[in-house]
């Protein structure tokens, strides 16, 4: 079994969806959650300047869509086909769209930011997105015969998804009282028995 090292920051987001996969999988890994001061000397190391980074046996891997595509790839959740495959990677994608969005919220609660300011960017610009992104969602589920969002078995697009779902029902851009069909989907993944034992014991953050 080859030696993985996890870093990003002390949060779920982009992070998540890896850590996900190895309790999945059983797969034991580092997880070092780099605190503000350390990233200032570590930021330089790193591939891109960013995190994640995820080093399997010294070899880097920055961006994390790749790491996650890597290790589904390796564990057997990228897709049945090579379209099922292209499928995940393009819902994956429609996430990463959405985030940039996203992402303006978070980064400036992250750094405690005026809560006024927080308040504008969650109405004017993450709302929007948020409606825009989870309609295509609704949309994909509507055309699934299994309740995954590709084929009739598990991806790593459910994984980073229903993760994402977290984020967005903790900082309340989605109420599955509303949203029936994304609670449902929401619920299906949490329910696969790794997924749910690991969740219950991790150490939770608001993104
Ligand atoms: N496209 C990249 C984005 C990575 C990214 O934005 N990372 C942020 C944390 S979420 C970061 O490293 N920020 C610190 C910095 O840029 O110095 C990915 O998906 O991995």
Redesign the pocket.
């Known amino acids: 079994m080859p030696h993985y090292e996890l870093y ?2 002390d ?1 779920r ?2 992070a998540e969806p890896i850590r996900i996969i190895f309790a999945l999988f059983d797969v034991p890994y580092e997880d070092h959650r780099v605190t503000n001061e350390q ?1 200032d000397e570590l ?1 330089n190391d790193t591939p ?5 980074v995820l080093k399997v046996d010294g070899f880097e891997i ?4 790749a ?1 996650g595509r890597y290790l589904a790839r390796k564990f057997g959740i990228a897709g049945q086909t090579p379209e099922e495959e292209a499928q995940a990677d393009s819902i994956v994608d429609q996430y ?1 769209d959405f985030i940039y969005f996203f ?1 303006q919220f978070t980064s400036r609660t992250y750094y405690n930011e005026d809560p006024a300011e927080i308040k504008i960017v969650a109405d004017t610009v993450v709302r929007p997105a948020a409606e825009n992104y989870l309609a295509i969602l609704k949309k994909v589920l509507a055309n699934s015969k299994s309740g995954f969002l590709v084929g009739d078995s598990l991806t790593w697009a459910d994984i980073v998804i229903a993760d994402n779902l977290t984020s967005l029902l903790k900082n309340g851009f989605v109420d599955f009282k509303e949203e029936k069909q994304l609670g449902k989907f929401y619920e299906k993944i949490h329910a696969i028995p790794k997924i749910q034992e690991y969740v219950a014991k991790r150490k939770d953050t608001v993104v």
């Open positions: 990003y920051f949060v987001a982009l990233w930021k891109y300047g960013q995190l994640p920055g961006q994390s869509s790491i990463k992402r």
